[in-house]
T-cell receptor
């Protein structure tokens, strides 16, 4: 079974702090994704990556950056956290080899910025 | 542009009754459609997908979905609801490259 893990389930940070959210997958997937989930808005794509050191902006990249130095790890960085970044953050992975495009999700990190 | 719509924020159904969670889609080309479920404080779990073939797709936990091209719909169904089916359900469509576009979610409550 595919396993996607996220470094924290709950995180509380102060406004202006630099925040790192880590995601690791164990299935050698090429594709990795970061979403944020907000009530009434569903999941919105922040950034994604198709390979090591590659990244692409999603629908809401402002205020975020990412890093993918190793295939199994995809980090989301909030350079200067703000209260409007309080949300649930979900990481996912997939492989194009399966040609099915389904994504496998981690358990999520609930981030509160005060 | 690809998108999906889930017209109902909340669906309530009595235990043992059939349930339907609605989804409509808009795509250019052939749609790749998905349903995911999210239990409280958990990530999303894959339920089923439609890529091609039979319009009735069977998935996990007794769920199925019916693809209707003329109505551009992909409704999730189950013949007999369980209390444990209470969760948040997301419809998704494959977008550009390998991305998925998700709907806003429908909260299903099964009443004992």
């Amino acid at each position: 079974d595919v396993k996607v893990t996220q470094s924290s389930r709950y995180l509380v940070k102060r406004t202006g702090e630099k925040v790192f959210l880590e995601c690791v997958q164990d299935m050698d997937h090429e594709n990795m994704f970061w979403y944020r989930q907000d009530p009434g808005l569903g999941l919105r794509l922040i950034y994604f990556s198709y390979d090591v050191k590659m990244k692409e902006k999603g629908d809401i990249p402002e205020g975020y950056s990412v890093s993918r130095e190793k295939k199994e790890r995809f980090s989301l960085i909030l350079e200067s956290a703000s209260t409007n970044q309080t949300s649930m953050y979900l990481c996912a992975s997939s492989t194009p080899a399966a040609a099915t495009y389904e994504q496998y999700f981690g358990p999520g990190t609930r981030l509160t910025v005060t | 542009a690809q998108s999906v719509a889930q017209p109902e924020d909340q669906v309530n159904v009595a235990e043992g009754n059939p349930l339907t969670v609605k989804c409509t889609y808009s795509v250019s080309g052939n749609p790749y459609l998905f349903w995911y479920v999210q239990y409280p404080n958990r990530g999303l779990q894959f339920l089923l997908k439609y890529i091609t073939g039979d319009n009735l797709v069977k998935g996990s936990y007794g769920f199925e979905a019916e693809f209707n091209k003329s109505q551009t719909s992909f409704h999730l169904k189950k013949p007999s609801a369980l209390v444990s089916d209470s969760a948040l359900y997301f419809c998704a469509v494959r977008g550009y490259q390998n991305n998925l576009f998700f709907g806003t979610g429908t909260r299903l409550t099964v009443i004992p």
